[in-house]
């Protein structure tokens, strides 16, 4: 199984701090995996448009990740079966910066989670 890793700044108005979260899906396809890969860049791309000051959000409307209400905060990520499954963009807020994205193995057989 493989999922994404974010890392991310996160914090409040006395300070930040590094965090790391899985997104909210996990794949079997390693193909569906990369185009959800992805896709976080495109929105990520999205969100940095939006605090230009002439954004052009009709650019992404289209794009599989779009979510009609808060587009900004939501975006869909496709699963092993191609259906669209909604997950909240934890690294998208005030205080929260996205570092990176990649993808890992949930089943590593290599490390071993207390």
Same mark, same amino acid.
């Given at each position: 199984? =493989?999922?994404?890793? *974010?890392?991310y700044i996160t914090g409040n108005s006395f300070g930040s701090e590094e965090a790391t979260g899985l997104v909210g899906a996990s794949w079997n396809n390693?193909?569906?995996?990369? @185009? /959800? %890969?992805?896709? *976080?860049k495109e929105h990520q791309?999205?969100?940095e448009n939006l605090h230009k000051l002439h954004p052009n959000k009709e650019k992404y409307t289209n794009r599989s990740w779009f979510v009609?209400?808060?587009? @900004? =905060? %939501?975006?869909?990520? !496709?699963?092993?079966? @191609? &259906?669209? !499954? $909604? $997950?909240?963009?934890?690294?998208?807020?005030?205080? @929260? &910066?996205?570092?990176? /994205?990649e993808i890992i193995q949930e089943d590593n057989d290599m490390k071993i989670k207390f």
């Open positions: 199984m =493989y999922t994404i890793k *974010i890392d390693i193909k569906m995996a990369k @185009e /959800a %890969l992805k896709a *976080i791309e999205y969100v009609q209400k808060n587009p @900004e =905060y %939501l975006m869909y990520l !496709r699963d092993d079966f @191609e &259906h669209k !499954r $909604i $997950i909240s963009c934890f690294w998208v807020g005030y205080f @929260e &910066h996205i570092q990176s /994205a």
